[in-house]
């Protein structure tokens, strides 16, 4: 079983940066592939961001591309999105999650979700 907690969340103004944490626990974390997901009131989920266990490889989302950076430390079963130049239609709450998949780029494949965490972006 595999245990996630999102933090980092909050309200900032537009051009603000904010670094979401997502600590796991339970199996072994460098096994895992993680994501970023978020999902605005009254849209669908939209995969944000995702790294391979070994973090040797990277997805992020057009529409986020230049902005928002994954990242993960083994060490400490963590991974991080750094996000910069926020913008108001970044608004939603964040999921992290997880897979043991080799399909780490495919929403479908994830299996173990946090709680989320809500980011809010004010013009």
């Known amino acids: 079983q595999v245990q996630l907690v999102e933090s980092g969340g909050g309200l900032v103004q537009a051009g603000d940066s904010l670094r979401l944490t997502c600590a796991a626990s339970g199996r072994s974390f460098s096994s895992l592939a993680m994501g970023w997901f978020r999902q605005a009131p009254g849209k669908e989920r939209e995969f944000v961001a995702a790294i391979r266990g070994s973090g040797d490889d990277t997805y992020i989302t057009d529409s986020v591309e230049g902005r928002f950076t994954i990242s993960r430390d083994n060490a400490k079963n963590t991974v991080y999105l750094q996000m910069n130049s926020l913008k108001p239609q970044d608004t939603a709450i964040y999921y992290c999650?997880?897979?043991?998949?080799?399909?780490?780029?495919?929403?479908?494949?994830?299996?173990?979700w946090g709680q989320g965490t809500q980011v809010t972006v004010s013009s």
């Open positions: 999650a997880a897979t043991f998949s080799s399909y780490y780029r495919l929403l479908g494949s994830y299996n173990y």
